[in-house]
């Protein structure tokens, strides 16, 4: 318990010391911190940003893929319901570290397919949660209506019930997306590359300028990315209309 | 951690899951398990002595509330595995290092319903309690709170199954719980002990959540059959 009552100030000057920040400001003002080839021959900043956009995009891209027409499909279902919590609850209990460090070590093996994997599972729930309730609460009478105009099933999804979900689906797109760029991070435990990197190779060798440097440029640019996603996600409820408050996971 | 009795992987071959495997660790089993449920109560119970005073702050002022979701919203941003390593140097292998992490993160899922709790309460059940000689931290505390229970327990079943999954990523830097052995698992190449330990975390996540939706439904009898989330 006596750790408890230490002060933190004390704690972080006598540990975080002067040698430590100057590595940070070293590793910050070196010009091959930034390149695409940093020193050593290792990855530099810009190859590990190239990576983890690539990681996250492709993902990301598979789990809209796969979210957007499963939730249009279970809305057909009267069960839908079900499976959408049952997958939300589900997916939140399941660690996924340990399902990265498992695919990793058994039957996929190190490297970025063992990423790719979960970040696409655990980003399909808030996908299909948000699409599957904007699409649940459209109005029937519009869907009434654009029957009545003689649509078919397939155009009344495609032109009346996925425009009006378009608040929730985007929430869910950001939702996914910032869970896929945090996650990601991770990913570099078991050598999927990205700015996680930084993170675990300076870890494993006690290198902490290149540790903190990448815990500063891993959290910068999440919180850029959800605030920037925030921003265009209130712009896209400004065109299309809310259904539901903006904040909610 | 090796079974003891001079029994190794290799004799057993490396399954998946094994019986065998959990009878002859169940003390470590155990340990693991008091020390993961450990860290989640104290991760959480931080996190929600800190929201309190937090969504009370925020409900004074509109641009307060608006920076205080912002912070929390742009604290829970930032990956777990930054957030973890950036405090072993500072707290060394301390719990601290994984509990305050984790207390942050439950910070907006808890300010956000506590708020959502306190707004619910009428205008006329305060102005009824002032008129019967209530003062202002006394309306807060036997009034506002009380009524904001139900959603604030169902915060914390959010909170608790998401910190009982983020205590692994603490196995990282040496942390306690389930983490460690899913760590140990993955530095032995151990498919039983990896396996093993996941399982156990999705137990204790899903046994914790019917724990407190049990809680939620005793303390709220009127509130029986509606939807919660």
């Not at chain 1, 940070?24 to 070196?30: A, L, S």
């Not at chain 2, 398990?33 to 996190?47: K, N, P, Q, R, Y």
């Amino acid at each position: 318990m006596s750790s408890y009552l230490l002060p933190a100030v004390g704690v972080v000057s006598q540990r975080v010391n002067n040698s430590t920040w100057h590595q940070i400001t070293t590793w910050f003002t070196t010009a091959s911190t930034w390149a695409w080839h940093g020193e050593n021959g290792e990855a530099g900043v810009a190859q590990l940003f190239w990576e983890h956009v690539w990681i996250s995009g492709l993902s990301l891209l598979i789990a809209t893929a796969i979210g957007i027409p499963l939730a249009v499909a279970l809305t057909r279902w009267r069960r839908g319901g079900l499976v959408v919590t049952s997958v939300a609850n589900a997916a939140r209990s399941i660690p996924i570290v340990g399902v990265m460090l498992l695919l990793a070590v058994g039957p996929v093996g190190v490297g970025t397919e063992s990423a790719i994997i979960p970040l696409v599972v655990f980003a399909i729930p808030p996908l299909l949660t948000n699409a599957y309730t904007g699409i649940r609460d459209v109005d029937p009478e519009m869907t009434d209506a654009a029957t009545g105009m003689g649509m078919s099933r397939l155009q009344v999804t495609r032109r009346v019930e996925l425009p009006l979900a378009i608040p929730l689906i985007a929430t869910g797109v950001r939702l996914a997306a910032v869970q896929v760029w945090a996650t990601a991070t991770i990913a570099a435990i078991i050598g999927s590359g990205g700015l996680g990197q930084l993170i675990v190779v300076g870890y494993a060798t006690q290198a902490y300028g290149e540790v903190y440097g990448g815990i500063i440029v891993v959290a910068v640019t999440a919180v850029a990315l959800d605030m920037s996603l925030l921003r265009a996600q209130r712009g896209v409820r400004r065109r299309y209309g809310s259904l539901a408050p903006i904040e909610g996971s | 951690m090796r079974p003891p009795g001079g029994f190794t992987f290799h004799k057993q071959g490396n399954p998946w899951l094994s019986w065998h495997y959990i009878t002859s660790n169940s003390h470590a089993i155990l340990s693991a398990t008091s020390e993961h449920v450990t860290l989640t109560i104290e991760a959480v119970a931080l996190g929600l002595a800190l929201s309190i005073p937090l969504a009370a702050l925020a409900r004074q002022r509109q641009w307060l509330r608006s920076t205080i979701m912002n912070f929390c919203t742009a604290l829970y941003a930032v990956p777990s595995l930054a957030f973890i390593v950036a405090l072993v140097k500072v707290f060394n292998l301390s719990r601290l290092t994984v509990v305050i992490p984790l207390a942050a993160y439950s910070l907006v899922i808890l300010v956000r319903n506590i708020l959502t709790g306190l707004d619910e309460v009428s205008g006329e059940t305060v102005d009824a309690a002032r008129g019967m000689g209530l003062s202002n931290p006394r309306i807060f505390f036997r009034v506002r709170l009380p009524i904001a229970t139900p959603a604030i327990v169902a915060g914390l079943r959010l909170a608790v199954v998401s910190t009982i999954e983020l205590v692994v990523i603490g196995g990282y830097v040496g942390g306690g719980g389930y983490g460690a052995k899913v760590f140990e698992g993955f530095n032995t190449k151990s498919h039983t002990e990896l396996a093993t330990y996941i399982v156990l975390t999705v137990l204790l996540a899903l046994i914790a959540d019917s724990l407190l939706l049990l809680t939620q439904r005793l303390i709220t009898p009127w509130r029986r059959g509606m939807a919660t989330s």
